[in-house]
C-alpha cells in the first residue's frame, strides 16, 4: 500500500488540496505545499492555500492547478487558475 499525504484548506466552503507525491515523507510533502505558497506555519493547523491566503479564495471550482486544484482557464501565456492565480505557461512548442 502507497500513501500519498494531502493538504485541506480550512477556510470554509474551500476546496483547496494540496496532493503529495506517493510515498513522500511528511518533511517532505510540509516543505513542497509551503513552495506551491500554502500557508502551513503552524503546526497541526490551520492550513491555508494560495488563494484564502492571499485574499482571493476560497477555491469552489475544482480543476487541475498544481497549487490548489482551483479551474484553470486558458490566457495567452499558458493557463491562469482562476482561484490563487498561478500560471502554468505554454510548452514553447505549442505557442
Do not use: K, Q
Amino acid at each position: 500500500m502507497t500513501v500519498v499525504l494531502a493538504t485541506a484548506c480550512d477556510t470554509t466552503e474551500c476546496l483547496a488540496l494540496h496532493v503529495g507525491l506517493p510515498g513522500a515523507s511528511p518533511d517532505f510533502e510540509r516543505t513542497a505545499a509551503a513552495r506551491a505558497g500554502w500557508d502551513i506555519s503552524r503546526p497541526g493547523g490551520p492550513h491555508y492555500c494560495p488563494a484564502c491566503s492571499t485574499g482571493r479564495g476560497p477555491v469552489l471550482d475544482l480543476g487541475d492547478c498544481e497549487r490548489c486544484h482551483g479551474r484553470r482557464i486558458a490566457v495567452a501565456d499558458g493557463e491562469r487558475c482562476l482561484a490563487c492565480g498561478h500560471l502554468t505557461p505554454c510548452p514553447h512548442d505549442e505557442r
